[in-house]
């Protein structure tokens, strides 16, 4: 199964890539988070995106692009994979649709989670990650077992430094302005399917396994 998960910062989507990852065995591959990790590293990819990503900017097409063709190409990536967060702009649409033709591998859905911007705020700002490996939890919505703790490996929860309101507020305008066509890109190539992504995460869950099912996408798994 070959998946891109869009929609605004705080949609839902890294949460829904997470469990279907775990439910279906397929790669999540979060652009965020790769970047995050190469910022935590100090690699050149890293100290070149560092600065966009705490004002909310995008990361330059062309270092985000290099790094989702590589991964693609890890062998675990073969069998399906759940792109979270990339493309982000016409320009990462219309690589990756040369990449993934050129492998002879095609999307099959391009998930849409749609949400308010309010929503978006107040889960972005209740969100805490785990330092040690990166699961998210929201401190009202889906608090961790132990406070301040993560579920699955103790490790300590913080704030993302992008998650304070101000950096929240120009991620929404960032997707706006140069995200939100992919909705159009990908609706006229029949590959769209809205999510309402104001249900909680377990409704969710259940609305994508119904659609999958009447899809025959499960067969893929
Ligand atoms: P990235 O990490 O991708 O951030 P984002 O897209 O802004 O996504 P978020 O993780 O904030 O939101 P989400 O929709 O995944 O929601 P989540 O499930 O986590 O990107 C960060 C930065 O990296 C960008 O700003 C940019 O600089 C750079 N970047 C990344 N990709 C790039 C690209 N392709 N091109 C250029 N630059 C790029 O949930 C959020 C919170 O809500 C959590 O606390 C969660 O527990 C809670 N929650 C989730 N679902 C529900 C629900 N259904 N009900 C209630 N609470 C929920």
Redesign the pocket.
């Known amino acids: 199964m070959r998946l891109v998960l869009l929609?605004p910062?705080?949609?839902?989507?890294?949460?829904q890539a997470q469990m279907l990852s775990e439910k279906y065995g397929i790669p999540h591959i979060?652009?965020?988070?790769m970047?995050r990790d190469a910022v935590r590293k100090n690699t050149n990819t890293g100290q070149a995106a560092n600065a966009?990503?705490l004002k909310?900017?995008?990361?330059p097409d062309g270092i985000?692009i290099d790094i989702v063709k590589e991964r693609l190409l890890a062998s675990d990536a073969k069998g399906g994979f759940i792109l979270?967060?990339?493309?982000?702009t016409k320009k990462?649409a219309e690589s990756l649709d040369g990449a993934l033709k050129k492998s002879n591998m095609p999307l099959d859905m391009v998930l849409y989670?749609n949400t308010t911007d309010s929503v978006s705020v107040s889960?972005?700002s209740?969100?805490r990650v785990c330092k040690s490996c990166g699961a998210?939890?929201?401190i009202i919505?889906?608090p961790p077992k132990a406070e301040g703790r993560c579920d699955y490996c103790n490790g300590p929860l913080i704030q993302r430094e992008?998650d304070r309101e101000i950096t929240v507020r120009n991620?929404l305008e960032v997707y706006k302005k140069e995200t939100s066509e992919l909705i159009d890109y990908y609706k006229q190539k029949g590959l769209l399917r809205p999510v309402l992504?104001d249900?909680?995460?377990e409704q969710?869950s259940l609305e994508l396994e119904n659609m999958f099912k009447q899809e025959r996408l499960l067969d893929k798994v």
């Open positions: 929609g910062p705080g949609a839902g989507k890294g949460t979060s652009t965020g988070d970047l966009y990503m909310g900017e995008l990361v985000v979270d967060g990339f493309p982000r990462q989670f889960r972005l209740g969100r998210n939890f929201h919505n889906i992008d991620r992504g249900l909680n995460a969710i």
